[in-house]
């Protein structure tokens, strides 16, 4: 597999990083609306969740999720996109094509900076890109057997990685700048390669029995959460030396997870799937040391502690528990601490926002915020609900 890359003056530091995205983007071209009948192709946050991006049949959009207010869109010609991947709130873009009628193709990642209206650089592949993901230093663009990292700052290509078939495009990585780490799926069925590259290390975890369907990862690469795609179990484990530090339910019947995501304090994870429920979990991993020296410099992985008991909230268990290992596992399991409710129907992602709230954006178009009792847990409390994409412009 090769690429190319064009480069047109060479990319330059996403500017405006801390800046609000109404300021880093230019006001859309006229003569495209709702009217025009756009559909809705893909839908995405970004790093830190504070916003969330849409591709449309017609181009992209970019919303604010708390308080909830579009404040961008551009509208094209010539189609829209299926990868729409934002720099946190920064004016810097990659975007693939997709969708109905694109002209822009979906081997080609175009790197888009608002700041001058077009298109700095350009990378194409012989196959499908299944994903883009954006860190100040690196580009990352997922194949589906194959993993390509570059330099943001020169556009040189530092790694190449090998991995299993992977159609979604699963990729994470850390944010933090005093760590650089990856997640990807292995060669191996279940597996997940992480590559700390600051170490010069690469940590191979067993992480299922299936093939992995979705994870993700602390901003500071510490933690890793998977899930198969029996969809049945949600699992964390310790980046550095691979060690499994919590087991979690989501319950006894296959489920394709759509979501998974951990809250900036390392208290929560919520989990989307197509069985129409958003399960929030309360997790017992604590990170210490996170004002002290970076993990670069970390020979072990003294940077994470053993589990400990939340503050607030913990998982309900089976009353079956004090059988465990004589009884099937999930008599023994830890459940969702809270739940809500949504359509069946399509995709859904859930993120994590401020003060006990969580905020889950739609395939159909829709916007939710729900806020759950961290000492109770139970049925989450419906705050928002907003529909981004008129139901008419729908597929």
């Known amino acids: 597999m090769t690429s190319t890359v064009s480069n047109s003056q060479g990319i330059l530091q996403p500017r405006g990083y801390e ?10 071209e006229p003569g495209f609306g709702d009217s025009d009948g756009a559909e809705l192709v893909s839908v995405s946050w970004n790093q830190d969740y504070t916003c969330f991006a849409s591709g449309t049949s017609h181009g992209f959009r970019i919303y604010n999720s708390e308080p909830f207010k579009e404040t961008f869109r551009r509208e094209l010609k010539d189609g829209g996109f299926k990868i729409v991947e934002m720099l946190f709130r920064s004016n810097i873009l990659a975007l693939v094509g997709g969708g109905p009628n694109s002209q822009y193709p979906s081997n080609k990642v175009l790197i888009w900076d608002d700041h ?31 993993i390509y990292v570059y330099n943001f700052m020169d556009l040189r290509l530092l790694h190449q990685i090998e991995n299993l078939a992977n159609p979604r495009g699963l990729c994470c990585l850390s944010h933090h700048m ?36 979705c994870m993700t990862m602390t901003l500071d690469g510490l933690l890793l959460a998977t899930a198969s795609t029996k969809g049945t179990l949600i699992r964390i484990f310790n980046t550095m030396d691979g060690t499994r530090l919590q087991e979690v339910r989501r319950g006894t019947d296959r489920a394709d997870i759509y979501s998974i995501a951990l809250s900036p304090n390392v208290q929560w994870l919520a989990v989307s799937s197509d069985k129409g429920t958003v399960h929030i979990f309360s997790l017992r991993v604590r990170v210490s040391g996170e004002d002290s020296h970076s993990i670069e410099h970390e020979t072990s992985s003294n940077s994470l502690q053993g589990l400990v008991t939340p503050a607030s909230g913990v998982n309900p268990g089976s009353s079956f528990s004090f059988l465990r290992g ?19 129907v399509t995709q859904f992602f859930a993120a994590f926002g401020a003060e006990n709230t969580i905020a ?36």
């Not at 004589?326 to 399991?333: A, D, G, I, Q, T």
């Not at 409390?381 to 597929?395: A, G, H, I, M, S």
């Open 360 to 395: 889950i954006i739609g395939m159909d178009g829709s916007f939710y915020r729900c806020s759950f009792d961290p000492v109770n847990g139970g049925e989450m409390t419906q705050l928002e609900y907003v529909r981004f994409l008129k139901p008419e412009t729908l597929r």
């Open 178 to 213: 005093n760590t650089s780490v990856l997640a990807c799926p292995g060669v191996r069925r279940g597996e997940v390669r992480v590559e700390h590259f600051g170490l010069n290390m690469v940590q191979i975890i067993n992480a299922h029995d299936s093939n992995i369907a």
């Open 19 to 28: 800046a609000r995205i109404t300021g880093a983007f230019r006001s859309p």
């Open 116 to 146: 001058q209206s077009r298109c700095i650089s350009e990378f194409s592949f012989r196959s499908e890109i299944r994903a883009v993901k954006l860190r100040r230093d690196r580009i990352v663009v997922v194949l589906e057997h194959k």
């Open 326 to 344: 004589v009884l099937p596992r999930y008599f023994s399991s830890e459940w969702s601490f809270a739940q809500f409710h949504v359509p069946e």
